[in-house]
């Protein structure tokens, strides 16, 4: 977990994924297309991340990716972002994390 906390707050979004995870992949180009560079962390190709998967499930991710960070704070896997953006109001939080300038 605390793994998790640490890589979450290194940038303004941050975003575990799976390589094979086609909802990731989406939620992924979805940042892509809104201007903003999010850190990617495949937990496939981490050594560690099945436990941290694990880490992300207990944080209340399910399914446990994709898992957004944003601020350092979790916002939530692919429904909650997609609602986000279709209610205007993920182009504010990215805003206030610094991880949109206009």
């Known amino acids: 977990m605390d793994r998790i906390v640490k890589v979450a707050s290194q940038k303004a979004v941050v975003i ?3 390589s094979s995870c086609c909802m990731c ?3 992924k180009r ?8 999010p ?8 050594s ?3 436990e941290m998967e694990w880490a992300l499930v207990r944080l ?11 601020g350092g704070k979790f916002v939530g896997s692919a429904n909650t972002v997609m609602t986000l953006h279709l209610n205007g109001n993920l182009k504010k939080m990215l ?4 991880a949109l300038w206009l």
Do not use: T, W
């Open 95 to 98: 805003r206030e994390a610094g």
């Open 25 to 27: 992949h989406a939620i």
């Open 48 to 50: 560690k991340g099945k």
């Open 30 to 37: 979805l940042f892509y297309e809104q201007g903003v560079s």
């Open 16 to 18: 575990f994924s799976k």
């Open 60 to 70: 209340g991710c399910n399914p446990s990716v994709p898992a957004v960070f944003i």
């Open 39 to 46: 850190a990617i962390y495949e937990l496939d190709e981490d």
